[in-house]
């Protein structure tokens, strides 16, 4: 059967079958198989009001809060706490400052 006449398969539709296909398996209770089968139903668990996780994360992992005025969408979607990107931008600043000074210091 050529490839183009199989139906496509929706993403959903296709972890549930090989969760059960691994289900099936003769060593379906080995640590591998247990963690891939719960791994997989991890994905496919919807959240009712049709958010993903991320969605419901209301501060950046150093506890600033994800505001309208702090909060930068990439283009991806992924979200990027404006004060956490301000402090990378002074780091890698202070970096390239100190860096510049030692460089003098060799000319000197
Ligand atoms: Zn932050």
């Known amino acids: 059967m050529p490839d183009d006449k199989k139906p496509k398969l929706h993403w959903k539709q296709a972890i549930s079958k ?3 296909w691994l289900e099936r398996q003769p ?3 080995s640590p591998k198989i247990q963690r891939e089968i719960r791994r997989l139903k991890r994905k496919l668990i ?5 958010k993903n996780g991320k ?5 950046c992992p ?3 809060p994800y505001t309208k005025a702090n909060t930068y969408v990439r283009a991806s979607g992924a979200r990027v706490c404006k004060l956490c990107r301000k402090e990378g931008v ?3 600043r202070a970096e390239l ?3 510049e ?3 003098d210091g060799a000319r000197a």
Do not use: W
């Open 18 to 20: 090989r969760i059960v």
């Open 101 to 103: 000074k030692r460089l």
């Open 27 to 29: 060593h379906s209770n």
């Open 46 to 50: 919807i959240n009712p009001e049709g």
């Open 62 to 64: 150093k506890g600033h």
């Open 97 to 99: 400052k100190k860096l």
């Open 90 to 92: 002074a780091k890698r």
């Open 55 to 59: 969605e419901e994360i209301t501060h």
